[in-house]
T-cell receptor, first 110, second 116 residues
Framework: RKEVEQDPGPFNVPEGATVAFNCTYS??????FFWYRQDCRKEPKLLMS???SGNEDGRFTAQLNRASQYISLLIRDSKLSDSATYLC???????????FGAGTRLAVHP | DTGVSQNPRHKITKRGQNVTFRCDPI?????LYWYRQTLGQGPEFLTY????????KSRLLSDRFSAERPKGSFSTLEIQRTEQGDSAMYLC??????????????FGPGTRLTVL
């Protein structure tokens, strides 16, 4: 079983749509959680950290359910510029190495 | 630009050759990480330095791979006797860890290696 699992997509949505991505992780001792965004042939960039209480940054909302080992990302009012791969990332603590999922591809069309 | 930089950005080599990549982290960052990313996958951890000390190595890092961070600043990743399976994007990330400060990793643009 992979340490971090995501639906690879692609999710094809029209502009203005709301889209949700889910992710599960296997290590119950994981300590911190993130969503990174990666554009084609570019480096990953931190989108947002994910907290147990849930957190929001503009059109983006992230949720963490530690009991179910489940992380989600909700994007409201999708823009063309949101088209990218979204990587679910877990930090297992210790030396803080990041464990990445394979990513979920989002394509927003006019 | 004060972000993480990596050189070269692209490298094409023949199987069996040695290659070396360089990473310059954000200045004052004390941690430096190497990751490898293949097509359709997320980055995979290779190794990590705290200042000049290499503290963890993934089992992905065979004995053909070696990494250094001699003065706790820039780092090099060398691959000896390259194989076609080494073709990937090699990503470097750095972070600043203090007792009162979280560890956010910032990635460089990567070095894309193609082994023919």
């Amino acid at each position: 079983r992979k340490e971090v699992e995501q639906d690879p997509g692609p999710f094809n949505v029209p502009e203005g749509a709301t889209v949700a991505f889910n992710c599960t992780y296997s290590n119950s001792a994981s300590q911190s959680f993130f969503w990174y965004r990666q554009d084609c042939r570019k480096e990953p960039k931190l989108l947002m950290s994910v907290y147990s209480s849930g957190n929001e940054d503009g059109r983006f909302t992230a949720q963490l359910n530690r009991a179910s080992q489940y992380i989600s990302l909700l994007i409201r009012d999708s823009k063309l510029s949101d088209s990218a791969t979204y990587l679910c990332v877990v930090n297992e603590g210790g030396y803080n190495k990041l464990i990445f999922g394979a990513g979920t591809r989002l394509a927003v069309h006019p | 630009d004060t972000g993480v930089s990596q050189n070269p950005r692209h490298k094409i080599t023949k199987r069996g050759q040695n290659v070396t990549f360089r990473c310059d982290p954000i200045s004052e960052h004390n941690r430096l990480y190497w990751y490898r990313q293949t097509l359709g996958q997320g980055p995979e951890f290779l190794t990590y330095f705290q200042n000049e000390a290499q503290l963890e190595k993934s089992r992905l890092l065979s004995d053909r791979f070696s990494a250094e961070r001699p003065k706790g600043s820039f780092s090099t990743l060398e691959i000896q006797r390259t194989e076609q399976g080494d073709s990937a994007m090699y990503l470097c990330a750095s972070s600043l860890v203090r007792a009162d400060y979280g560890d956010t990793q910032y990635f460089g643009p990567g070095t894309r290696l193609t082994v023919l």
